[in-house]
Each structure stands twice: as C-alpha cells, then as structure tokens.
C-alpha cells in the first residue's frame, strides 16, 4: 500500500510539474506575443506620424511653382534671382520685371500668380497667410474652402481682401487705386484710407469687380466703392492665362460667372 501511495505520489507530482511546466511555456509565448505586438503597433504608429509630419510640412512650406523671364527674390534686405522649387520664407518679397511672372504654392491649396511689373510680400505664421501687393497685380486661386482656423488675406495699401475658397485678380495701381475681380466664389473685402482711417465694407461675386478710389480734398467719402459686372473682353490678359493653362479652374469659373468659354479664348 506505502508503495503504491508512493506511486501515486509520484506521479502527482510529474503531472504537477508538467502542468507547471506548461503554464511556463504558455506564459512566455503570451509574453512573445505581447511584446511583438507592441512592436508592431509602435511601428505602425511610427510610420503613420513620420507621414503625418511629412505631408504637415509639405503643406505648410511656401515654394516657387514656375518662373518666367526676370524674377527677383528680396530675402531680409538681400537681393537675388531665382528658379523654380524653392522655398520662401515669412517675410520673403518676390519682384517681377517685364514680360516675367512667378507662380507661388502657399501650400496644397493656395496657388497665387504674380504679374508682369508686380512686387508682394509673403508673410506666413503657422495657418494665417497674408500677401501685401504693394505694386502691379496677381492671381489667385484657393482649390478647397479654409477651415475655421485658417486665414488667408490680400493687402494693398487701400485694400484687404479674406478669401476663403474663391479665385481672383487683385491689382494696386501708383495713385493708390485697389481692384479686385472675383472669378469664382465671394470675397469680403475691407477698404481703408491710410491718411483718414475711414473704411468701408462689401462683398463681392463672381464676375463682379471692386475699384477703391481715393479723395484728398476732403473730409468724408474720402474713399468710394465702385461696383461693376464685368464682361469676357474686360478680364485681364494674367487672369485669361491662369484659366487657359487650368481646365478644371476654367470649367469652374464658366460654371459659376455664366462667361462665354468661346469669347475667353
């Protein structure tokens, strides 16, 4: 009986060490598991921010799109020419010279086109853009409506225009004038006079064009509004090259001004 008491014994004791032994093995593999798989979510985390981070740069950076003819970058009071797929900084100016233009990514959704005999300055802080053309005029062209966040503002010295998902022409001339064409969408626009501090409000649609004029010899009305429809023969040679070199814009301006495509081109 002692000897068969031992027997059982004995062999409670191997089963005992198995299980044990088994309970080890399946403890280490879960260990396995959990380690390669939080390897693996890390992984996975990693490359999703790397191209996160990747596209919030690109789509943040100002870069020259295309350069024709004699284009001048002013960077913090240097001076130089330049080619395309370069960046631009906050505070960068760009100068066009005759027969040249200069088109500017301001990110994934913002392209403006600077004319012939023109000069803007770029100022850009994280989702606020601001564009001051102090001479000559350009187009613009925002693909995707901004977010509540986002700003994105044309300045001349009598003008500021918010655009928010439209294209346009905005243009300063030497008497201080401002004109701005909507091609597609409504624009808010903030006149001011610099010497009286007197502004004024509108909006303005698709192919409709706002003038802003001066008056110095006096003391109220010192700025007038001049609203006008505009028709296929009086859109600006820059404006019909934007459109004709951008067929889905095109389509979209057509769309929306009820222009004749036939009489733009």
């Known amino acids: ?137 350009l187009f613009f062209e925002v693909v995707q409506k901004l977010e509540d966040d986002e700003t994105f503002e044309i300045q001349t010295s009598t003008m500021l225009v918010g655009v928010r998902g439209t294209s346009g022409y905005v243009s300063a001339d030497n008497d201080e004038n401002s004109t701005v064409l909507i091609t597609d969408g409504i624009v808010h626009v903030i006149g001011q006079n610099p010497d009286t501090s007197e502004t004024k409000e509108a909006d303005v649609a698709s192919a409709r064009k706002l003038t802003t004029y001066l008056f110095h010899d006096r003391e109220t009305d010192t700025e007038i509004f001049s609203l006008e429809e505009v028709k296929e023969e009086e859109i600006p040679e820059l404006v019909l090259k934007c459109l004709g070199e951008n067929p889905n814009l095109l389509d979209k301006v057509i769309e929306d001004t009820g222009w004749d495509e036939e009489r733009l081109n």
């Not at 409670?12 to 060490?17: A, F, L, V």
């Not at 490359?47 to 740069?57: A, D, P, R, T």
């Not at 994934?108 to 001479?135: C, D, H, P, W």
């Open 1 to 137: 009986a002692q000897a068969y008491n031992g027997k059982l014994l004995d062999h409670d004791h191997e089963e005992i060490k198995e299980t044990e032994k088994e309970e080890r093995t399946t403890q280490a593999k879960l260990s396995i598991g959990i380690i390669v798989g939080l390897i693996v979510v890390l992984t996975i985390a990693a490359v999703f921010m790397s191209v996160k981070l990747k596209n919030q740069i690109t789509a943040t950076v100002m870069r020259i799109l295309r350069v024709e003819g004699s284009v001048e970058l002013e960077d913090h009071g240097s001076k130089k020419s330049i080619l395309s797929n370069i960046r631009l900084s906050d505070g960068n100016a760009l100068n066009t010279g005759d027969d040249s233009f200069v088109s500017v990514a301001l990110d994934e959704m913002k392209i403006v086109t600077l004319n012939e005999n023109s000069r803007a300055e770029f100022y850009k802080s994280g989702k606020q853009l601001r564009l001051k053309l102090t001479s000559g005029s």
